[in-house]
């Protein structure tokens, strides 16, 4: 896989909430990072806190408006659909990734965060 | 130029404090989006917007780290950065593009309200 189809295999494995899969397409040395709370460092931090959120879910729903890929690096445009219960929550994001010898090295969220909060207070 | 150079055109252009040349690179119909903010439709609400935020910082410096490019579409990590006398703020962005027959059509920016809104805050 290049690394643009490389992103696309790894949303499609979250989406289908296998994220030990998806990882599996990451390096150990993996940073994942949503820009307006934290970085993780390393597979083992980042797939611990992204596992716990997913399985918290009962559906996902990652729509991509738009990617593109240039070298190493991967941009996307996405609506993150979280479904809870019959309650459905979403956050407009854009990923940034870097795939070096196929692994995902870099992915990097930006989003605002009050419009993430905003949606989680919906779930009352 | 092709899409990848018309963005870097237009935010050398930018920075330059040069808005309406770089408006000379959109189309009449271009749609520019701050996400967690509101959106332009047309050439000259945008252009008024961005005018005046630019005519009022002292100078400016976007940084881009990382740009990808695929078709029509262009996407690009940057540091958007203004200053305002002594005091320079920044804001952590990813613009996401579309340029077609060589003009641009959209740009949409994201980033976090709560750290754009925490930045302008220093300014006292």
């Known amino acids: 896989m290049?690394?643009?189809?490389?992103?696309?295999?790894?949303?499609?494995?979250?989406?289908?909430k296998d994220v030990e899969g998806a990882f599996e397409l990451c390096a150990d040395h993996v940073v994942y990072e949503n820009v307006p709370i934290t970085a993780y460092e390393g597979k083992a931090a980042a797939l611990e806190f992204l596992g716990g959120f997913v399985a918290g879910a009962d559906e996902l729903d990652w729509p991509v408006h738009r990617q593109a890929a240039t070298g190493s690096v991967v941009m996307n445009e996405r609506t993150d659909r979280f479904r809870f219960g019959e309650k459905w929550?979403?956050?407009?994001?854009?990923?940034?990734?870097?795939?070096?010898?196929?692994?995902?090295?870099?992915?990097?969220?930006?989003?605002?965060?009050?419009?993430?909060?905003?949606?989680?207070?919906?779930?009352?």
């Open 89 to 124: 929550v979403e956050v407009k994001v854009v990923g940034v990734w870097e795939v070096e010898d196929g692994s995902i090295v870099l992915w990097r969220d930006y989003f605002d965060m009050a419009e993430m909060n905003a949606q989680l207070a919906t779930l009352g």
């Open 2 to 16: 290049n690394p643009d189809e490389t992103v696309t295999e790894f949303i499609r494995r979250i989406v289908a």
